[in-house]
């Protein structure tokens, strides 16, 4: 009897004790899903577009052994309302399920492209396309950004030459064409316009013409005021500016190269050959930075209306074609 009486408790108490070692289990698992630290041995690299929903992150951050549980992802990111920020993520190491929507949360990284000082728009467009963005620059005009100021002081169909700010920018994947055209663009209006504005001579798309020009004719950063001094007297006195740049620039195809100028190429006739015609190039020739736009409108004024330069890159000046004709005898006919 006694027996049977132990059978019936038992049983009158099973759904109970189910339920407890169930809960137990449970809270057991969360623990160790989301406090025991995993370790991810290989680097694992993720990328999380803006937008991604949360169920498919954590389906991939499970797939990737990243986490232990998606379900447990899901529901702490909504317990703690989570912003999940876009962008490159690396994973190498112990981490327990915090500690991934903690990093999450924080925002990852982009690709970090820097245009440096004088690119060309075609060589700018390859750095991207090596970085994994395909981008035509050559397609837009500035008229193509009627969000951005820059049209309302430049001609409206002038082409991307000069207007691409050198500097770093961080791109995501699955930034478009667009968007990374805009991001440049922006940034040229907040940093390089207000310099532009600062000068006195030309207009405006003038001087970045000419900065275009003195950045690839300076190497040295004293030689920047006193090249653009020269090349605005020559400008002032009607005479060509003669500068190799603008012809090595059209004739390696709008990008730069190793090619030596020659006679036939100083004869051409062609907007962009400065030893025929007066003036500025009808373009940028790159896309100068912030040294060679104050150099424009800080030129430094002396006797010179001649330079070269060495084999190291620096200017040597003269006064007379005499004396231009005579260092160009010593230092580059060797």
């Known amino acids: 009897m006694a027996h049977e009486d132990l059978m019936k408790k038992i ?13 137990i289990l449970i809270s057991l698992h969360f623990v160790y899903s989301v406090f025991v630290p995993l370790l991810i041995g290989e680097r694992k690299e993720i990328y999380i577009n803006p937008g991604t929903k949360i169920w498919f992150l954590a389906q991939n951050l499970e797939k990737n052994g990243i986490i232990r549980s998606a379900f447990y992802f899901r529901f702490l990111v909504n317990l703690r309302n989570s912003k999940i920020k876009a962008g490159i993520y690396e994973f190498s190491g112990y981490y327990n399920l915090l500690d991934v929507i903690q990093t999450l949360e924080k925002g990852g990284r982009g690709v970090k492209i820097t245009i440096i000082e004088g690119l060309t728009l075609k060589e700018i467009e390859k750095l991207l396309k090596e970085k994994g963005f395909n981008v035509d620059l050559a397609k837009y005009k500035l008229a193509d950004f009627s969000e951005i100021d820059l049209k309302n002081y430049f001609p409206a169909e002038s082409s991307l030459e000069g207007f691409l700010a050198p500097d770093t920018y961080e791109f995501f994947p699955n930034d478009d064409e667009k968007t990374i055209v805009q991001k440049i663009l922006k ?5 390089y316009l207000p310099e532009i504005l600062k ?25 920047f005021p006193i090249i653009a001094g020269i090349l605005i007297k020559r400008l002032k006195n009607n005479k060509q500016l003669e500068v190799d740049a603008a012809l090595v620039y059209e004739k390696c195809g709008f990008v730069f190269c190793q090619d030596a100028l020659n ?4 004869i ?5 050959n400065t030893y025929k015609k007066l003036g500025l190039t009808p373009t940028p020739i790159s896309n100068p930075g912030i040294l060679a736009i104050k150099s424009v409108n800080n030129p430094v ?5 001649y330079y070269l330069t060495d084999s190291e890159g620096r200017a040597i000046f003269a006064k007379t074609f005499k004396e231009h004709q005579e260092n160009i005898k010593k230092y580059l006919k060797r």
């Open 263 to 266: 006679k036939k190429d100083l």
């Open 301 to 305: 004024q002396t006797d010179y209306w």
């Open 187 to 191: 940034n040229f209006s907040r940093k």
């Open 268 to 272: 051409k006739d062609s907007p962009y």
């Open 199 to 223: 000068g006195m001579d030309f207009n405006l798309y003038q001087r970045l013409i000419l900065a275009s020009i003195v950045e690839k004719e300076a190497k040295y950063q004293d030689d």
């Open 11 to 23: 049983f009158k108490l099973y759904p109970f004790i189910v339920i407890f070692v169930f809960i």
